[in-house]
């Protein structure tokens, strides 16, 4: 297995709603990020782990909570969103002492 | 200064020609360059990563690294339609090599 997946694709919710994205990798990386993507815009750093420890939260609102169950997985809790979060929500890993990263197709929100 | 300068296009270039992009940085502490192709919808697929100085080719694709200009590039030859896509350039910031900068992106439009 060589790929990032993420799960859903596509995800509308209100501002009251509770979600959560989901982000799965088998090539045994052990740093995993996500990141929020605007249109016409770069990817932007929201959290980083590294061996599912959180090692860099580049100051996200409350409202998004990631959480690292286990070295494959990562999720990204959704509460109380406001409309302009909505995005593409990229998540991507990396191996072990390299600082190459790979992405998943992401999940395109809208919060309405 | 920003850390990373791109030229956000869009570039447009016939097929069959070299289509020509381009990177400035600020940082001098960086030894790793990526180059991120994106195509509209999609997320960013690492295509290039290069890390001396010089030339590294791979296929119609050759990115340029030059340290002391602080300045990459991606050259693309026999450009294709399929290669319509931005282009973002990246590279790991200095306070942690987690953390990956991405330009702006370049737009790159191959007309047929």
């Known amino acids: 297995d060589t790929e990032v997946t993420q799960t859903p694709k596509h995800l509308v919710m209100g501002m009251t709603n509770k979600k959560s994205l989901k982000c799965e990798q088998h090539?045994?990386?052990?740093?995993m990020y996500w990141y929020k993507q605007k249109a016409k815009k770069p990817p932007e750093l929201m959290f980083v782990y590294s061996y599912e420890k959180l090692s860099i939260n580049e100051s996200v609102p409350s409202r998004f909570s990631p959480e690292c169950p286990n070295s494959s997985l990562l999720n990204l809790h959704l509460h109380a969103l406001q409309p302009e979060d909505s995005a593409l929500y990229l998540c991507?890993?990396?191996?072990?002492?390299?600082?190459?990263?790979?992405f998943g197709p992401g999940t395109r929100l809208l919060v309405l | 200064q920003k850390e990373v300068e791109q030229n956000s296009g869009p570039l447009s270039v016939p097929e069959g020609a070299i289509a020509s992009l381009n990177c400035t940085y600020s940082d001098r502490v960086s030894q790793s360059f990526f180059w991120y192709r994106q195509y509209s919808g999609k997320s960013p697929e690492l295509i290039m990563s290069i890390y001396s100085n010089g030339d590294k080719e791979d296929g119609r694709f050759t990115a340029q690294l030059n340290k002391a200009s602080q300045y990459v590039s991606l050259l693309i030859r026999d450009s294709q339609p399929s290669d319509s896509a931005t282009y973002l350039c990246?590279?790991?910031?200095?306070?942690?090599?987690?953390?990956?900068?991405f330009g702006s992106g370049t737009r790159l439009s191959i007309r047929p």
């Open positions: 090539m045994g990386h052990r740093a």
């Open positions: 991507a890993s990396s191996p072990q002492g390299s600082e190459t990263q790979y």
């Open positions: 990246a590279f790991p910031g200095w306070s942690s090599a987690s953390k990956i900068i």
